[in-house]
């Protein structure tokens, strides 16, 4: 409740200041800060999707198996995949100059984009649904579909760095 009440104040003590509704013309971000704060937005939705995907992978390599966690980390990610079209949408930063592995393919074909981040989204559904069967073997044989999920689209979408 505290912590509640805290994060409920220091947010209205941004919309006083300004922060998140810039109050004047003035202090509008330009659309140079807008794409770097787009940019780093989609950065914190893939670094939820990789932290949700460690400890399953983790299992995969041979840590002890935990089915409520599986389960409960690939329903996080199944919530979060169908986000990434979105966070692409409203923004296109092809021509700015931020920090980005994301390539321009994305902005020209989106729908083969969401196609990606839709197949994610059901194999991570899958992965949950078999993860609380409680069952090890068929949770873990499921992972590669999950795992795949990512790497497709980082295959066509994302610079090469892997
Ligand atoms: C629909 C396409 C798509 C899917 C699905 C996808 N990614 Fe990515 N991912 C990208 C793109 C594009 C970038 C580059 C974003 C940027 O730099 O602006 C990226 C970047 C990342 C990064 C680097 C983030 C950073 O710190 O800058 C990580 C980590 C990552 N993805 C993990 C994952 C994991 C884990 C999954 C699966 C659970 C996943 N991604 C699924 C397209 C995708």
Known sequence: MIKKALVLVSALAMLVSGTLFPASAQDEPTPAQIAAAAAETRQSVFKLLLFNLVPIAGMARGAPFDAAVAEKNARNIAALAPMIPDLFSAADTRD???????????????????????ALMEAAGTFADVAAGGDRAATLGAFRALGGGCGNCHDDFRVDND
Request: no cysteine; aromatic share 14%.
């Open 96 to 118: 700015f100059d931020v920090e980005t592995e994301a390539l321009d393919v994305i902005w020209e074909n989106p729908t083969e984009f969401a196609a990606k981040a839709q």
